[in-house]
């Protein structure tokens, strides 16, 4: 979907193409990841088209990296991690929280029908939507807004995933998760808990899958 290319300037060109399957072997597999489905998401994303020119040619590394504006994108492991437990077939509507760089959203795009997700720092939705269209996500809607309050009018979504961490799990998320749905989200403050939410007709359980550090969800969640 995307193209592979030098990054100009550089005294070695990166071979995008090579180290986007290093990755996927030697970041996410070998840490026991094994959804097909989402081993070919992270083979075909061009996660160094999603990441600021300036930290482009880290864009493999196993690594958080900054995109601006005091945020960051996730290691590619945690991205693989987040989308195999979301359990998708490819026919769901996922809601995610947090766009950051578009990156994740465009991993989304690849493995469900309709993912729409929410910004609530306006330059960076701007770019990630710019992005995403760029590389032909047409099934990715971004919108700039407070995640806390998810987004209704488009509800119930059978995956929900959270890209930033409020110390509770919020409520509309929660009641925007169709039945039979998955949640994951980090829940807490300085070293978080990667949580697992599942929804049946009796009501919510949790799961703690392990500790992860994102940056803070701001907005509505801070002022809870």
Partial sequence: MGCNGAHGGDPEPVDFAVARERMVVDQIEARGIADPRVLAAMREVPREQLVPEEVRASA??????????????????????MSAQLELSGDERVLE??????????ILGELAR???????????AERAAADLERLGYENVHVRTGDGYKGWPEEAPFDAIIVTAAPDHVPQPLI????????MVIPIGRGIQSLTLITRDEHGVNRKTLLGVMFVPMTGEAQQR
Avoid: F, W
Wanted: a negative charge.
């Fill in 114 to 124: 309709e993912v729409y997700t929410i910004e609530i720092v306006e330059p960076l």
């Fill in 175 to 182: 009641d925007q998760l169709a039945v039979g749905g998955r």
């Fill in 97 to 106: 929280i947090g766009t950051g760089s578009g990156y994740q959203a465009a």
């Fill in 60 to 81: 493999y590394e196993d690594r958080p990296l900054p995109i601006g504006h005091g945020q960051t994108i996730s290691q590619p492991y945690i991205v693989a991690e």
